[in-house]
């Protein structure tokens, strides 16, 4: 099993449309997680962390359920600059970062 | 704002060539990586590096792979033999706090093609 999974997409919606993704861990031990948002042959950027308690930054919500090792993004009100691959990133508390393959996302007119 | 910058940006190399990458991290960052991603793949992580030392390696990052802070500001990777399979985009980050508690702040990318 991957360590993280994410659909790899792609995922086409309408400006203004509400998108969500998800993504699965596979060590219980994970301690942090986040998104990160990688454009085309770009860098990695950091979107958000994603607390326990699920955290909100504008138009885009995070949840984790460490029961179910399950982290989500929704993007409410998409815009056209929000094309770009989502990559889930889980850490166990060490100095590496674990990512997934991404999911990519393209907003249309 | 501060970034972090990497040179070259892209470098082709004969197989079996040595290469340096070559990276300038965040000033007050104490923290710095190395990740890499081959085209279409996963971002893998590589090495971190703290306090003059390697703090954790993953298995990718064998006998043939090597970390330097030579001078206090340059953070490099040295591939010595390179092989076809090392073609990817290498990443170089930094960090003010270890345990990616904090952001961790991406170079643009050094892209290596082995031919």
Redesign the interface.
Known sequence: RKEVEQDPGPFNVPEGATVAFNCTYSNSASQSFFWYRQDCRKEPKLLMSVYSSGNEDGRFTAQLNRASQYISLLIRDSKLSDSATYLCVVNLNTDKLIFGTGTRLQVFP | EPEVTQTPSHQVTQMGQEVILRCVPISNHL?F?W?RQILG?????LV?F?NNEI??K?EIFDDQFSVERPDGSNFTLKIRSTKLEDSA?Y?CASSVF????G??F????SRLTVL
Request: hydrophobic share 30%; glycine share 12%; aromatic share 28%.
């Open positions: 923290y990586y990740y793949q996963k971002v893998e992580f971190s703290y703090s954790e993953s985009m990443f270890g345990d990616v508690a952001e961790l991406f170079g643009e990318g």
